[in-house]
């Protein structure tokens, strides 16, 4: 079997979550499987050495005068088509609407679909835009495709709402976490990353971004709030946030003096990570909406406490003990979860002991071999149909 794998975004330098799946997928497969071809079609870019070789793997390089659409539309279906493959796996949500190849899509979610008020007025016009993208793009290749992976029950039920399966197309198959993140405990390393990212002595870590879901101002409000308890006692570290972003939003919140103690990073590689995590005091990632959250399972496997949310996705990748969990709609909530892990340090290291346990639960290998299962299932029943 000769499998296309979409991977328009691996070569670029600063990858994001959906990126960071179909990475670990592509490396996953190389180690499980030695039988079956791969193609894996990306868009050419400064990160070219990514992807490690492999004898059966095989990337290809495609052009677009068009963009995003015309890459995913156009260049992609007809690369697939002459690369003589049997199924194309679209990882990132959306797919070609005409493609004479069987097409596999992972939907990690359809907040895009969804009419939430939340959403709505909030995020950037390049978010927007892609919103509107999959809006139309989405729900047709949907109908179309031979499997609909997801990464949650959560999100399953809620695609299946949504689309209303009447067949066993739809699958959940749970993201993991790199073998990279870790406790890092060597004093030399984290203090070489202490002196790089200028990290503040006490802070907490929040791993977001302007995406509405992130809950940015949610945080910012909860850390004002700890503040009038703790003020100066601790920094927020940020990775790769917009300076006049985080000033527009600490003046909308009347919280401008707050500047002073959060700190921005920059982009991070991914490779780094660990050891900045295993420094900070607490993790934080009350997300409003999530179809999954790996950080959670990032910060859990540092061994640092996680504060996560009691919405979607959440509850479902952290567990019943392994975190605190918080309704990410109140900031004062939110900061009481933070107080209370300062003033009880046994909470804290039960919390982190647990999160390490419960990381463990999820793998990337795992995840890798039930999709090469998928794959062989979809291969199996276009051979049985002929």
Not at 115 to 135: C, D, T, V
Not at 174 to 195: C, E, M, W
Not at 225 to 244: A, I, Q, T, W
């Amino acid at each position: 079997m000769k499998i296309g794998i979409e991977g328009q975004r691996l070569f670029r330098k600063k990858k994001h979550g959906m990126d960071m799946v179909a990475l670990e997928l592509i490396k996953n497969l190389q180690q499980i499987d030695r039988k079956n071809e791969y193609v894996v079609f990306v868009k050419p870019d400064e990160d070219n050495t990514c992807i490690p070789e492999a004898p059966n793997f095989k990337v290809v390089e495609l052009q677009s005068k068009w963009g995003y659409p015309g890459w995913e539309q156009i260049a992609l279906p007809k690369a697939a088509f002459q690369q003589g493959c049997d199924v194309l796996h679209c990882t990132s949500n959306t797919g070609p609407l005409f493609c004479k190849v069987p097409l596999v899509t992972t939907l990690h979610d359809i907040i895009y679909l969804e009419s939430i008020s939340i959403f709505k007025k909030e995020g950037s016009w390049y978010q927007k835009l892609g919103n509107m993208y999959r809006r139309y793009f989405v729900p047709p290749v949907i109908k179309k495709s031979k499997k609909v992976i997801t990464v949650s029950h959560y999100e399953k039920d809620r695609i299946d709402d949504h689309f209303g399966f009447t067949d066993d197309r739809l699958t959940a198959i749970y993201n993991g976490v790199g073998n990279h993140f870790k406790r890092v405990t060597d004093q030399d390393t984290l203090a070489n990353i202490k002196k790089e990212y200028r990290l503040p002595d006490h802070f907490f870590f929040f791993l977001g971004n302007t995406d509405p879901k992130k809950n940015t101002i949610g945080v910012l409000q909860a850390f004002a709030e700890f503040n009038k308890v703790y003020p100066g006692k601790y920094s927020l570290v940020m990775l790769d946030y917009d300076e006049s972003e985080l000033r527009r939003l600490l003046q909308s919140i009347h919280a401008s003096e707050l500047r002073s103690q959060i700190h921005l990073t920059g982009y991070v590689p991914n490779t780094v990570l660990p050891a900045l995590i295993s420094q900070c005091s607490i993790f934080l990632y009350p997300s409003l909406r999530e179809s999954f959250g790996i950080p959670i399972l990032e910060g859990m496997a540092c061994g640092v406490p996680v504060i996560t949310s009691n919405t979607s996705s959440m509850p479902e990748v952290a567990g019943e003990d392994a975190a605190l969990i918080v309704d990410p709609f109140n900031p004062k909530e939110i900061a009481g979860a933070m107080q209370h892990l300062v003033e009880d340090e046994v909470l804290a290291k039960v919390l982190a002991e647990r999160g390490i346990e419960r990381a463990k639960h999820f793998s990337w290998e795992v995840m890798a071999r039930n999709v090469l299962e998928l794959y062989e299932d979809v291969y199996s029943e276009l051979n049985a149909a002929v």
